[in-house]
């Protein structure tokens, strides 16, 4: 392809953690066909891998909590880039971002205006906040002239919301906004090994494992109520926390796991989630809002059957009563019944282990989503006349 005709993208995302994090794959892909721009509130330095000579980082300050005055000044700084540079596409992810970069790129008439719908914020509020909240979201749909979501029973919750049109929103294959890197999530017997002596966890412990952000939403403390009350009947069992506070939830978990200190374990941020997923057995993700459950799948592919919430998004993740077990959201007991299900039951947790591994390879892979969005933008630019 001349390089002088390379169409220009616009990736939009409120952090580059989330650019790093979800898009590197796509991003790699799409810089061998295309012209690439990041645009995301850091600077070169926080995004260097996915730099090259078709990929460069442009700063704009768009804040992840609402501030009228910075979102307003963001969305027309936005909204010059946009009129200079002359994207044939913005494609943006992240709530914030999503709605400044598509409003943006809306007025300033980029041909090709892509979100990706990663969860929704509002799914479980109530009341006038929830409605705020959803109209934002589909004035931003409204903006876009084409939408993804990162799992089919998402993009059915908002079609059954009115938010976005079912002609108008699509699922890359099988769900997952990048996929999983079979290569690094994976069993891994000396990592398990090695990490089993540093946490001081036996190796024939059995070790309940939840990595993400802690707060109110992923369910944490519902998870920490039914570990503890079964934490008498089931001397082996480990609970392995793992990820940045962001709810203040610490203090909490040090509370109500207070009897039962010395098997639990918490480890902060981590860049290596796969070596705690290779030293656990079973994952645990009893959110309350999940727009597909990423760690689910890496934990998949790792050999981890999960117990998890049987909400949207995650539904797509596991395949119940195969790869995992599902339960109410915010119940206690159903969370406790899966835990010991699956700690009982040696030979339903190798088979659960085997089949999750075979679903995420099959289904999950970042190849397969890869190759899915290549054909997405295959099929929407180089058909076009722009």
Same mark, same amino acid.
């Given at each position: ?15 580059? +953690?989330?650019? @790093?994090? *979800?898009?590197?794959? $796509?991003?790699? &892909?799409?810089? !061998?066909?295309?012209?690439?721009? /990041? ?42 880039? +946009?009129?200079? @540079?002359? *994207?044939?596409?913005? $494609?943006?992810? &992240?709530?914030? !971002?999503?709605?400044?970069?598509? /409003? ?57 919301? !009115? ?224």
């Amino acid at each position: 392809m001349n390089l002088t005709k390379r169409k220009k993208i616009c990736i939009v995302a409120t952090v580059p +953690f989330a650019l @790093e994090t *979800f898009m590197k794959p $796509h991003i790699s &892909m799409l810089a !061998s066909k295309y012209h690439l721009t /990041l645009i995301t509130n850091g600077m070169n330095v926080d995004l260097s891998s996915l730099l090259n000579d078709n990929v460069c980082v442009v700063h704009v300050g768009v804040e992840r909590k609402i501030s009228l005055w910075k979102d307003f000044s963001a969305l027309l700084q936005l909204h010059r880039i +946009f009129n200079r @540079e002359h *994207f044939d596409v913005v $494609h943006s992810i &992240m709530p914030k !971002s999503g709605l400044l970069a598509m /409003l943006a790129a809306f007025f300033a008439r980029v041909p090709f205006r892509i979100h990706t719908f990663t969860g929704q914020v509002w799914a479980n509020k109530t009341g006038f906040l929830r409605q705020v909240l959803r109209f934002l979201d589909k004035l931003l749909a409204k903006c876009a002239t084409s939408l993804l979501a990162d799992s089919s029973s998402q993009r059915k919750f908002l079609i059954q919301e !009115s938010v976005v049109d079912e002609s108008k929103i699509s699922v890359l294959g099988n769900g997952s906004i990048c996929g999983v890197d079979t290569k690094r999530f994976k069993m891994d017997s000396g990592v398990r090994h090695r990490l089993r002596l540093e946490l001081h966890i036996p190796d024939n412990a059995i070790v309940y494992l939840f990595l993400g952000r802690l707060n109110k939403d992923k369910g944490i403390q519902d998870l920490a109520n039914a570990f503890a009350s079964m934490a008498e009947d089931v001397p082996n069992a480990h609970l392995l926390v793992v990820g940045p506070d962001e709810g203040g939830m610490d203090k909490d978990l040090e509370l109500i796991l207070n009897k039962c200190q010395n098997r639990f374990h918490r480890v902060g941020f981590t860049t290596r989630p796969e070596d705690y997923m290779a030293c656990a057995d079973i994952f645990c993700l009893p959110s309350y809002r999940e727009g597909f459950g990423s760690a689910v799948i890496e934990a998949a592919a790792a050999g981890l059957p999960s117990v998890a919430s049987n909400i949207y998004g995650l539904v797509d993740a596991i395949k119940a009563g195969e790869t995992g077990i599902l339960h109410k959201p915010g119940c206690v007991e159903e969370i406790k019944n899966g835990l010991l299900t699956l700690t009982n039951n040696t030979e339903m947790r190798k088979r659960m282990s085997n089949q999750a591994i075979a679903y995420a390879h099959d289904y999950f892979s970042t190849e397969v989503v890869v190759n899915a969005m290549r054909d997405y933008y295959d099929t929407m630019l180089l058909n076009s006349t722009i």
